[in-house]
């Protein structure tokens, strides 16, 4: 089983700010099946990135994904209010998916 | 757009077997893979399993003995049972259209409860 280690565990920013979280996976992943989402309090995950870099419909560009391997990188790039929630990658592979336990982005 | 919603028991004694229904509208079920996603309170997400049209599944090892999926294209539903569940499996369930890149989109979700 591939483990996704997400860092860090919590994100204190302000708005305005640029937010970097992390997601480290224990062995390497194909970028094609890395995505990232983002989770409100009462919410659905919503999809911000797939295939590590390309945005989902409607993911305003402050939103970017990056990396290979084993490293992969989520970057907000000037946060709103509306973007302070629980992120999480996911990553495909042996048939089977598994996730991060997630980075809390708080004000 | 496709739209996913789960249905199902909101309590669920242990021992028992939990099952939940997800409609899917907008689109039809007879493409993509379809997943289930759990989240205990408070906590993160767990991939439960999927299935195809044509009956191809993938379970997470963990829950494998315990999943069983099933698709009616009729109804355009998809289904999950859970059997001999504890306080363990207590969660919100989410469906979601499996893309194999990507889940998207997902069902509001549905909390089951575990408990006599």
């Known amino acids: 089983e591939i483990v996704l280690t997400q860092s860090p565990g919590t994100l204190s920013l302000s708005p305005g700010e640029r937010a970097t979280l992390s997601c480290r996976a224990s062995?390497?992943?194909?970028?094609?099946?890395l995505a990232w989402y983002q989770q409100k309090p009462g919410q659905a995950p919503r999809l911000l990135i797939y295939?590590?870099?390309t945005r989902a419909t409607g993911i305003p560009d402050r939103f970017s994904g990056s990396g290979s391997g084993t490293d992969f990188t989520l970057t907000i790039s000037r946060l709103e209010a509306e973007d302070f929630a629980v992120y999480y990658c996911q990553q495909y592979g042996g048939s089977r998916y598994t996730f991060g336990q997630g980075t809390n982005l708080e004000i | 757009q496709v739209q996913l919603q789960e249905s199902g028991p909101g309590l669920v004694k242990p021992s028992e077997t939990l099952s939940l229904t997800c409609t899917v509208s907008?689109?039809?079920?007879?493409?993509?893979?379809w997943s289930w996603i759990r989240q205990p309170a408070g906590k993160g997400l767990e991939w439960i399993g999927r299935?195809?049209?044509?009956?191809?599944?993938n379970y997470n090892p963990s829950l494998m003995s315990r999943v069983t999926m099933s698709i009616d294209t009729s109804k355009n539903q998809f289904s999950l049972k859970l059997n001999s569940v504890t306080a363990a499996d207590t969660a919100v369930y989410y469906c979601?259209?499996?893309?194999?890149?990507?889940?998207?989109?997902w069902g509001q979700g549905t909390l089951v409860t575990v408990s006599s």
């Open positions: 062995q390497s992943v194909s970028s094609s099946y």
């Open positions: 299935m195809y049209v044509s009956g191809s599944t």
């Open positions: 295939g590590a870099s």
């Open positions: 979601a259209r499996d893309m194999t890149v990507r889940f998207d989109p």
């Open positions: 907008g689109g039809s079920i007879s493409s993509y893979y």
